[in-house]
């Protein structure tokens, strides 16, 4: 009998520190903010939309929001070592263990823009409508990634056949 390594599956971890993701959170809000605001409005009507340190109680509470709704989303693939209770938020995936290690690296990246994407689609929410929108839309493609990606660790389909 033939030992296909493909059906052979190990547990993957991709933790997030709050460090991390607040950074990319900074980063993406002012980002945003200066594109939505001309360089020449007023200081003060910028500050609202860009997230800071002083809204640490709202990055946790989301990230803690955005972690359960992607592994609801992500179930199949998610082992019961996954937590996001206290940091590192980390979030385990069975792979295949015959895999590219590349992919490890995207679902990774992707995984961390589905947070980001999350968190700053609830803090646009109240504040710019249509950027929660697209943030939202950035969520959805993230988490389309990460199962893409999951799907193409696996490798090709082999089919047992004969072809004439």
Not at 9 to 31: I, Q
Not at 58 to 71: E, G, M, N
Not at 115 to 126: D, R, S
Not at 129 to 153: G, K, S, T
């Amino acid at each position: 009998m033939e030992n296909n390594n493909k059906s052979i599956f190990e547990k993957v971890s991709f933790p997030y520190t709050y460090d991390l993701l607040k950074e990319s959170l900074v980063a993406d809000s002012a980002y945003i903010a200066r594109s939505v605001y001309d360089i020449s409005a007023e200081k003060s009507s910028v500050l609202p939309i860009i997230i800071t340190e002083d809204d640490r109680d709202f990055i946790i509470a989301r990230i803690s929001r955005a972690c359960v709704d992607i592994v609801t989303r992500l179930v199949a693939y998610i082992d019961e070592e996954t937590q996001f209770d206290d940091e590192p938020y980390t979030f385990v995936l069975k792979l295949p263990s015959c895999r590219n290690v590349a992919i490890d690296m995207l679902i990774s990246h992707e995984l961390h823009r589905a947070i980001v994407a999350h968190v700053l689609a609830g803090w646009y929410e109240m504040r710019l409508p249509e950027m929660a929108v697209r943030q939202w839309q950035l969520y959805e493609a993230a988490i389309a990634m990460v199962r893409h990606d999951v799907y193409m660790a696996r490798g090709k389909v082999h089919r047992v056949g004969t072809y004439f």
